[in-house]
């Protein structure tokens, strides 16, 4: 079944999205509050548009997206606030839903992890092998969290969705 979003909840999501995207870009955090915040507004957007069902379907969403990443976060591959940031999108899309988000932003990760370290290793070649005081190792990931979650909206605005239950 393929799950079509409805505006509210695309303008919602997109907005928290870019938001903690932005904020992780500049200061490689994603704060508590902005996660809390979003995650209440979108299980209260669920319930309101759906009732007991879109309250289980977040919580489900939720749950799902939280045990796909935590083993990422136990073994160092990510922080908390990225784990958390992915949950809280998860709402969104339901249990099924939320497998394609995390599959989709493990994609968009790997994807830019490699622009990342490609673009560090060019410029400490410019810069005479040194490493530059911004290459602290830390990886904004926030913005392959947006981009799995829209290229799950795409895909399921196509009749396309990466897990099916039958």
């Not at 489900?60 to 939280?66: C, I, Y």
């Not at 497998?99 to 005479?128: E, H, P």
Request: proline share 4%; charged share 10%.
């Amino acid at each position: 079944m393929i799950y079509e979003m409805p505006g509210l909840s695309l303008l919602v999501l997109g907005s928290f999205l870019s938001g903690a995207a932005i904020v992780d870009l500049l200061t490689r955090r994603i704060p508590n509050a902005l996660i809390i915040g979003f995650l209440a507004i979108a299980v209260m957007l669920q319930i309101g548009l759906s009732g007991s069902l879109g309250l289980g379907s977040a919580i489900g969403g939720l749950l799902v997206a939280l045990a796909l990443m935590l083993p990422f976060y136990a073994l160092g591959g990510m922080a908390a606030g990225d784990v958390k940031l992915t949950a809280a999108a998860a709402t969104f899309f339901g249990p099924l839903g939320a497998v394609s988000v995390v599959a989709l932003t493990l994609v968009w990760g790997a994807l830019f992890g490699g622009l990342l370290l490609a673009s560090r290793a060019v410029r400490r070649r410019i810069a005479g092998g040194t490493a530059s005081p911004a290459d602290d190792g830390r990886f904004p990931y926030a913005g392959a969290i947006c981009a799995g979650a829209i290229t799950t909206i795409a895909l399921q605005a196509h009749g396309i969705s990466l897990l099916s239950w039958n």
